[in-house]
T-cell receptor, first 110, second 114 residues
Framework: GIQVEQSPPDLILQEGANSTLRCNFS?????LQWFHQNPWGQLINLFY???GTKQNGRLSATTVATERYSLLYISSSQTTDSGVYFC????????????FGAGTRLAVHP | SAVISQKPSRDICQRGTSLTIQCQVD?????MFWYRQQPGQSLTLIAT?????????ESGFVIDKFPISRPNLTFSTLTVSNMSPEDSSIYLC???????????FGQGTRLTVV
């Protein structure tokens, strides 16, 4: 089945810094999503982005499906951005199984 | 967006007991999914719940340990049976309103087994 790898595993930032999180996947995908898991465990949808570029405030994401990677950009980071960021993908075989990467644990310090 | 209500939000249970987690969706969906997130780990799919048929379990998960009900198109339950401390995890339900499109998650159930 599809493999999803995220980097870096851990990231520490000062408030106001920018960062880029990467997600590589091993096969073509029908669906690519980015999530933010807050300290209470809730999984927040950030982007549904099988291809192309999207922006939402200080966050943006780009998926290059032909090269099998996606990037999540966080600009002007805030302490509330802390938590774990997951990317997840469905494989292209038509089976509704969302495969998660291991996550990037982000800590933003004031 | 989606409204997925999951309860309880957290619980502390004695080993050997069972806990049933409920997931209610704001509109009808064909498939509902249950995930487990062990401490410090990523999410792993436990099973897919279809209305009117038995749930489909992933490798490493069995019906006796994680029985699932799906009585209608907006509701599902997951039971964690005969619990041990190793079952301490966050359990999340998920739906996608159209197959292979954006998935949405409930707020999760944080289970601690003592």
């Amino acid at each position: 089945g599809i493999q999803v790898e995220q980097s870096p595993p851990d990231l520490i930032l000062q408030e106001g810094a920018n960062s880029t999180l990467r997600c590589n996947f091993s096969d073509s995908v029908n669906n690519l999503q980015w999530f933010h898991q807050n300290p209470w465990g809730q999984l927040i949808n950030l982007f549904y982005i099988p291809s192309g570029t999207k922006q939402n405030g200080r966050l943006s994401a780009t998926t290059v499906a032909t090269e099998r990677y996606s990037l999540l950009y966080i600009s002007s980071s805030q302490t509330t951005d802390s938590g774990v960021y997951f990317c997840a993908a469905f494989g292209s075989g038509g089976y509704n199984k969302l495969i998660f990467g291991a996550g990037t644990r982000l800590a933003v310090h004031p | 967006s989606a409204v997925i209500s999951q309860k309880p939000s957290r619980d502390i249970c004695q080993r050997g007991t069972s806990l049933t987690i409920q997931c209610q969706v704001d509109s009808q969906v064909t498939m509902m999914f249950w995930y487990r997130q062990q401490p410090g780990q990523s999410l792993t799919l436990i099973a897919t719940a279809n209305q009117g048929s038995e749930a489909t379990y992933e490798s490493g998960f069995v019906i006796d340990k994680f029985p699932i009900s799906r009585p209608n198109l907006t509701f599902s339950t997951l039971t964690v049976s005969n619990m041990s401390p190793e079952d301490s995890s966050i359990y999340l339900c998920s739906v996608d309103y159209q197959p292979n499109t954006e998935a949405f998650f409930g707020q999760g159930t944080r289970l601690t087994v003592v």
